[in-house]
Structure formats: C-alpha cells, structure tokens
C-alpha cells in the first residue's frame, strides 16, 4: 500500500477516525497494531508472517539477554537473534546475488555452471524492520536499554505502519516510552503533521515522478546520448530524484506518526549542503547512518584506537552499506567508494588546511565553503552513476564522460535532451531554487505550522493544487521500496 495511492489515502482516514473515536490506550494500541499488521498484508501477502517471525524473535532474545546471568549466556542468546534475522534477510535478499556471483567467478575459470536463479519475491521493507527490531536486541545486550513486558507494544514498535516499510529506522529506546500514554490527536500536532504529509507527497509526486520520467529513459541506455552534459543533467537528475522520493516518504512517515502524537527523530538534513563526505553522512539516512555507527563501526573499534583498525573499520562500515542497500556489485563498490571518500577525507585534512591558508582562501570563508559544498556534491552525485547504473559497460562509459567533461557540440547534446524531457527538467531547476531557499529559511514547514489557521490552509490548498495539476497519472512506487 502506497502512501502516494487512494487506498492509502482510506486507510490512513479510518485509522485517524477510530483513534479519534476510541479513547482507551489498550483498544487503540491493538488497533493500530491490527492496522500496520493489514498496511503490510497489503503489499506483501502471506510474507507478513516475517514480520511475525522477527517481532517474536527478538522479543524473547531480548528478555533472555537481559535476564541472563552470564556474558557466555547474553552472547548466545544475541547470537540467535543476529543469525534468525540476518538469515532470513541474507535468504530473501542475497540468494540469487550469491548465485549470479558464484556462476560468474565461475566463468573466469572456464567453468559454467549455469546454477538457476531461486525463484524468491523479495519482502517489501525488509532491510528496514531487520535492522530496526535487530536494534532492539543489540541495546539489551549493551545496557542500553531494558526489555519491555509486552509482546503487543514491541509488536506495535516493530510494524507501527507510517515508517515500516521505508524508514526512517527507530530506536525502542524513542518509540516504546510513547507507548506507555493514550493517543491525543491534537490540533497542534495534526496541523504540524498534516504540513509535512503535503509536503513529503508533492517531493515525492510532484518533483521525484517527473523526474523520473526523464531519469528511467536516459539510464535505460545513457550510451545513446553524445558527450558529457547528458551525463551530468541525467546524475544531477537522479541525485534530486531519489532524494525528493526518499526525503518525502521520510516526510510522510514522521507526519503521520505526529499527527498521532509520536515524534520521530529528523532522516534528511539538507544534506547537498554539505562541507565534506563525512559531514554529508550524518545529514542523508540519518537513521541508517547511526545505526551503522553505534551498531557496527563503534562495536568495531571497542578494542583500542589504532590507525589501521579506524580505516578498515571505516571500509567494513561503508562496504556493508552499499549491500544494505542493494544486492549488487554495483551498490557494494558505491558504498565502499564513499568509505574510500571519507579516508581520503581524514588524511587529507591538515594538507588541505594548509593550502586553504596558503592560497588565502581561508580569509574568504563563504568562498571557501561554496568550493567544499560543491566538491562534496560533485563527489556524491558521481557516486550514484555506479549506484544507479547495473551495466559495467554503461558505468565505465558514464563516469568516463563525468570526469573528462566533452563539451565539444554542445548544442547538439542538449539538442538530444530538449525538447522531449522539458517538464522533467523544469522540475530539476525548480527543486534547485525552492532547495537552496528553504536551506536559507530553514524550518519552513513548522513555521507554516505554527501560523493561524487561514495561513494553514493556504498551504494545504496549495499544496493540493500542486498534486493535482503537476502528479503523473499513474502511481509510481517509492524507489527505496526494493531495499
């Protein structure tokens, strides 16, 4: 069930309706439980029972560690839970990759296997409540947090619908304590969370589809267009496309929890703003991002502070994120591309302190951070060449054009682009306008929140407006869907 799609927009009306109706916690707790259990029965069909596995999983493992008297017992007990969910993720994501893999090593020996590929559907949003209710269990066994007595309130944590399926990924240490009090659907918190519906679904609908009207020909064979600008316009296009299409479910998602009355923690942060690689990863994913580091990277370092344990546990950090994010080659040399960044990045910092000194760009702050923002972006919006593209063929070609910009015949390459993907790149300009005002206003949305009710609806109406005149006709899925 699609949060840009008209049984959604049902759904997400009789909820509201029912908790507005019904005032005891326990009967809306289990309705709602009812209701995230159904949003996902709905997308996914019987794997549902997933869902159930990984929520009934790290409940007890949860309890065990946190009752356990022993480390050898804890270490057990959080083995299980890592194994049952890592298994079941590894199962439905990994499978074929290891088969395409394997019959491709394969071949580079002289052998052809021809292993068949398993005919496996891969759940909607697995990767996403994996890692949240492995979280769970993981803070148990680090005392970061204790077990809670209730299956139905770590059941409702694990499925609560708004960020089940595509984040953003929330702690049990921010989301269980809101379950403890009734469920107030109060003026402030509706029209705080109805400001950011509107505005997730227009990122997503008006700018994010549009876009990628333009985005899915021209990586279907980037080959087809001459020189370098194609290139750049298709990378920039896409960068604002999974952007907007991503930030706006995060936008939605955090909505809808608010106008109930949750409050989950910021996912985007204007993150093309961004002064270096580093920096770059603690405003995109957010959520993702510090699930990384407090699960893997610190956990990785509790040995003692070394040079070499810090770039390779920076390597093993970034290498796992690319295959969190897609089952491909392509998506494991992104993730450790930007890992490659971020060292390079942190050797590189004193040098180019002193050369900011020596060429006086250090006395023109402003300057200084435009050149850095730009770099940082430049770096990024690369990176997601390979990530986009799955063709060695198409990458190699593409980010050859990148780098050693062709602009000879010019004309002629922007003549293959316009005038057939004109709305979609009006729209890519239009994101670059209203991106860098909001950057300069920052809090736009609560703002509108926070004015009267006449200043509200003119918001809402406008975006609605929006909606209506400038969406596509046909429902597009979000792209982080299939993570």
Same mark, same amino acid.
């Given at each position: 069930m699609?949060f840009?799609?008209v049984?959604?927009?049902?759904f997400?009306?009789?909820?509201?309706? /029912?908790?507005?109706?019904?005032k005891?916690?326990?009967?809306?707790?289990?309705? &709602?439980?009812f209701?995230?259990?159904f949003?996902? @029965?709905?997308?996914? $069909? *019987?794997?549902?029972?997933?869902?159930l596995?990984?929520?009934?999983?790290?409940? /007890?493992?949860?309890?065990?560690?946190h009752?356990?008297?022993s480390?050898?017992?804890?270490k057990?007990?959080?083995?299980?839970?890592?194994?049952?969910?890592?298994?079941?993720l590894?199962?439905?994501?990994?499978?074929?990759f290891?088969?395409?893999?394997?019959?491709?090593v394969?071949s580079?020996f $002289?052998?052809d296997?021809?292993?068949?590929? =398993?005919?496996?559907i891969?759940p909607?949003?697995?990767?996403?409540?994996?890692f949240?209710?492995?979280?769970y269990?993981l803070?148990?066994y680090?005392?970061k947090?204790? *077990?809670?007595?209730s299956?139905?309130?770590?059941?409702?944590?694990?499925?609560?619908? *708004?960020?089940?399926?595509?984040?953003?990924?929330?702690?049990?240490?921010?989301l269980? *304590?809101?379950?403890?009090?009734?469920?107030?659907?109060?003026?402030?918190? !509706?029209?705080?969370?109805?400001?950011?519906?509107?505005?997730?679904?227009?990122?997503?609908?008006?700018?994010?589809?549009?876009?990628?009207a333009?985005v899915?020909? !021209?990586?279907?064979?980037?080959?087809?267009?001459?020189?370098?600008?194609?290139?750049?316009?298709?990378?920039i =296009?896409?960068?604002?496309?999974v952007y907007?299409?991503?930030s706006?479910?995060?936008d939605? =998602?955090?909505?809808? =929890?608010?106008?109930?009355?949750?409050?989950f923690?910021?996912?985007?942060?204007?993150?093309?703003?961004s002064?270096?690689?580093?920096?770059?990863?603690k405003?995109?994913?957010?959520?993702?991002s510090?699930?990384?580091?407090d699960?893997?990277f610190?956990?990785?370092?509790?040995?003692?502070?070394?040079?070499?344990?810090?770039?390779i546990s920076?390597?093993?950090?970034? /290498?796992?994120s690319? &295959?969190?994010?897609?089952?491909?080659?392509?998506?494991?040399?992104?993730?450790?591309?930007?890992?490659v960044?971020?060292?390079?990045?942190?050797?590189t910092?004193?040098?180019?302190?002193r050369?900011?000194?020596?060429?006086?760009?250090?006395s !023109?702050?402003?300057?200084?951070?435009l050149i850095?923002?730009? !770099? #940082?972006?430049?770096?990024?919006?690369?990176?997601?060449?390979?990530?986009r &593209?799955y063709d060695p063929? @198409?990458?190699?070609?593409?980010?050859?054009?990148?780098?050693?910009?062709?602009?000879?015949?010019? +004309?002629?390459?922007?003549?293959?682009?316009?005038?057939?993907?004109?709305?979609?790149?009006?729209f890519?300009?239009?994101?670059?306008?209203?991106?860098t005002?909001?950057?300069?206003?920052r809090?736009?949305?609560s +703002?509108?929140?926070?004015?009267?009710?006449?200043?509200?609806?003119? @918001?809402?109406t406008?975006?609605?407006?929006?909606?209506?005149?400038?969406?596509?006709t046909q #429902?597009?899925? /979000?792209?982080y869907?299939?993570f």
């Amino acid at each position: 069930m699609l949060f840009n799609s008209v049984p959604f927009l049902y759904f997400a009306v009789v909820v509201l309706l /029912f908790l507005l109706i019904v005032k005891t916690r326990k009967y809306q707790y289990l309705f &709602l439980l009812f209701a995230s259990y159904f949003f996902y @029965y709905f997308s996914s $069909g *019987p794997l549902v029972v997933l869902l159930l596995f990984s929520s009934l999983l790290d409940f /007890f493992c949860g309890k065990a560690i946190h009752d356990s008297k022993s480390d050898k017992n804890r270490k057990w007990y959080l083995a299980v839970s890592l194994i049952g969910n890592l298994g079941v993720l590894a199962f439905f994501k990994y499978t074929n990759f290891a088969i395409k893999t394997t019959n491709m090593v394969a071949s580079w020996f $002289g052998n052809d296997p021809h292993l068949p590929l =398993a005919h496996i559907i891969l759940p909607i949003g697995i990767s996403f409540f994996t890692f949240q209710t492995m979280s769970y269990t993981l803070d148990i066994y680090f005392r970061k947090l204790k *077990p809670t007595d209730s299956f139905l309130r770590f059941a409702l944590y694990v499925s609560f619908f *708004p960020q089940l399926v595509a984040g953003p990924i929330i702690r049990a240490s921010d989301l269980l *304590p809101q379950l403890d009090k009734p469920i107030t659907i109060t003026q402030e918190n !509706f029209k705080h969370g109805m400001a950011l519906v509107m505005w997730g679904l227009v990122k997503k609908m008006v700018i994010a589809d549009n876009i990628a009207a333009f985005v899915n020909v !021209f990586f279907a064979d980037p080959t087809a267009y001459p020189g370098s600008i194609p290139i750049i316009v298709g990378a920039i =296009a896409f960068t604002i496309q999974v952007y907007c299409d991503f930030s706006g479910y995060s936008d939605v =998602a955090i909505g809808l =929890a608010r106008i109930m009355g949750f409050h989950f923690p910021l996912n985007f942060d204007k993150p093309f703003f961004s002064k270096t690689i580093a920096e770059f990863w603690k405003r995109w994913h957010i959520s993702l991002s510090t699930w990384f580091r407090d699960y893997l990277f610190m956990p990785l370092m509790r040995k003692g502070f070394t040079k070499t344990r810090l770039y390779i546990s920076v390597l093993i950090v970034y /290498f796992t994120s690319g &295959l969190w994010h897609g089952a491909g080659w392509n998506f494991v040399i992104w993730g450790t591309l930007h890992g490659v960044f971020l060292l390079i990045g942190m050797a590189t910092r004193d040098w180019r302190q002193r050369l900011a000194v020596k060429t006086k760009l250090s006395s !023109f702050p402003r300057f200084h951070n435009l050149i850095k923002t730009l !770099f #940082t972006l430049y770096l990024f919006v690369l990176s997601l060449l390979i990530f986009r &593209l799955y063709d060695p063929s @198409y990458i190699l070609y593409a980010v050859k054009k990148f780098i050693f910009v062709d602009f000879s015949g010019w +004309s002629a390459q922007l003549g293959s682009l316009l005038p057939q993907f004109q709305v979609p790149l009006f729209f890519v300009i239009v994101f670059m306008i209203i991106h860098t005002l909001t950057y300069f206003k920052r809090g736009f949305v609560s +703002s509108v929140a926070q004015k009267g009710y006449f200043e509200w609806t003119i @918001y809402l109406t406008g975006m609605c407006l929006l909606l209506y005149f400038f969406s596509p006709t046909q #429902t597009v899925q /979000f792209f982080y869907f299939q993570f």
